[in-house]
């Protein structure tokens, strides 16, 4: 299951960052979250973004860092906008996490599609909420 999902401005200031675990694993989570964006620089920068077969270059990042049972994995898109995903499933595959960010960049867009929001404000649309909660609990789900 998704404990924590996020959305990072290019500059790194959250756009939106969600737990959906106990209060007092919030702070934990958004610690790691934040700790990951180091990486998905450094991947960025490297040029490591994967490639899906027969596809150009992949936003998806795969796995960014790992701690005790919790994965974060990360996905990048064009505009330098990070999607963040802390799981808490021992046994995840890329096919799903993958599945998981298009949904996620596609509630983004969106969200940030409505004329009444303002580039580089957080997201509180209530919309945009309740669909990255669906996105969370839906993995494992299946």
């Known amino acids: 299951m998704i404990v924590a999902a996020a959305v990072i401005a ?28 180091d990486v998905v620089e450094e991947k960025v920068a490297a040029g490591l973004r994967g490639t ?3 596809d150009g270059p992949d936003a998806y990042l795969g796995l960014l860092s ?18 963040v995903a802390v799981v808490d499933d ?4 890329d ?3 993958r599945a998981i960010f ?3 960049h596609a509630a983004f867009v969106d969200a940030v ?5 303002q580039q580089g404000a957080p997201l509180v649309s209530p919309r945009f909420d309740a669909s990255i909660r669906t ?3 839906s993995l494992g789900a299946s």
């Open 10 to 37: 290019p500059n790194n200031s959250p756009l939106y960052l969600s737990t959906f675990g106990g209060e007092d694993d919030s702070a934990r989570l958004s610690t790691l979250v934040h700790c990951s964006l």
């Open 52 to 54: 899906a077969p027969g």
């Open 66 to 83: 790992a701690e005790d049972e919790l994965k974060v994995f990360g996905f990048v898109t064009n505009t330098r906008v990070k999607l």
């Open 90 to 93: 021992p046994v995840v595959k």
């Open 95 to 97: 096919d799903e996490m």
């Open 102 to 104: 298009r949904r996620m």
């Open 113 to 117: 599609s409505n004329p009444f929001y």
């Open 135 to 137: 996105i969370a609990t």
